[in-house]
């Protein structure tokens, strides 16, 4: 579907057009404008699962916008609306060179309109420029998301892992894990869709990411019949020098022992015997307890990424 762009001030030759999914020279080049954004911003505009997205086909319920200017691609925005509850989500970024001329305003009004103005949008970093078109658009700050961090300079100052009687840890194993551990993640996750509603391909997607290490998946298996109770996968941000508490997640029948705060020490860990002189993780601003729990381990707010909301 194409559509001219709506937007205080028509630019000339600006259109956006609406895709179930893309080409792999759209993919390309949307991969490159995220890349240039993220160069000068410091940061990615859109989620890893957005990034996944953009690639391999057709995904239900996701939809992508590309912004162009008499033909070259300047904004891109995403659409998401998998979720049965919620709102559909969205993430967008407009090229560093072509930003002041109303195209987020443009991509924001398309994503209003395609999602009936039901609408959740992801500004990472909080910058001042997102929550200014975030005014704009009519929306109200819903959700904030922190990205929290640590050194890993001195093991001495992580915990010693205290696992609960009756429960070992082994690593994660490709192609035989995969079923058990999409099922403790989903309820372990049951209240946070985003994680939770992971599927065999989205795991399969970031198996094949180069960033995939099962020696850093770290599996708690009830003994003796090795049912999986609890995992922390890790994750390494290579060029950034970073490792990242990526998921840590408990199932319900395990949960209050101990076992969550056991498994990020263990991954805490191996991130530093890899190492690495950093650690990340995000956790939401309202889970309190979580974040009482990550304070404790050393590790303080980085920067937050907030998520704004139609009224409607």
């Known amino acids: ?38 160069r000068v911003d410091g940061m990615q505009a859109v989620s890893e699962q957005g990034r996944l997205q953009l690639r391999g086909g057709r995904r239900e319920g996701v939809s992508h916008l590309l912004l162009t200017v008499r033909g070259d691609l300047v904004g891109y925005a995403q659409l998401e609306d998998t979720d049965p509850v919620e709102a559909p989500a969205a993430e967008l970024v407009v090229h560093p060179a072509q930003r002041g001329r109303g195209h987020g305003r443009a991509l924001g009004s398309a994503l209003l309109a395609a999602s009936g103005k039901r609408l959740r949008v992801w500004a990472h970093g909080g910058k001042s420029a997102a929550r200014h078109l975030s005014q704009v658009l009519g929306l109200t700050l819903f959700r904030e998301l922190r990205q929290m961090r640590r050194p890993l300079t001195d093991l001495a100052d992580i915990p010693e892992p ?31 869709p985003e994680q939770g509603s992971l599927t065999q391909r989205d795991l399969d997607d970031r198996k094949a990411e180069p960033w995939f290490d099962p020696k850093g998946f770290f599996l708690a298996v009830r003994e003796p019949d090795g049912e999986i109770v609890g ?32 498994l990020t020490a263990i991954g805490l860990r191996h991130l530093a015997a890899e190492g690495l002189p950093t650690a990340m993780l995000y956790v939401d601003a309202d889970n309190t307890a979580a974040v009482r729990v990550y304070e404790g381990m050393g590790f303080t707010t980085h920067e937050v990424d907030l998520m704004y909301r139609s009224e409607t």
Do not use: C, S
């Not at 001219?4 to 080049?29: N, S, V």
């Open 231 to 262: 995992f922390h996968w890790t994750k390494v941000h290579a060029e950034e020098q970073l490792g990242e508490v990526y998921v840590v997640g408990v199932g319900p029948e395990a949960q209050g022992g101990g076992l969550g705060k056991a």
């Open 162 to 192: 205290v696992l609960p009687p009756g429960i070992t840890v082994r690593t994660f194993v490709p192609g035989q894990d995969d079923a058990a551990w999409l099922a403790v993640n989903a309820a372990a996750f049951a209240h946070h």
């Open 1 to 38: 579907m194409t559509t001219d762009a709506p937007g205080p001030a028509l630019e000339p030759g600006r259109r956006i057009e609406t895709f179930d999914e893309l080409t792999h020279e759209q993919a390309q080049d949307v991969l490159a404008l995220l890349a240039e954004a993220a």
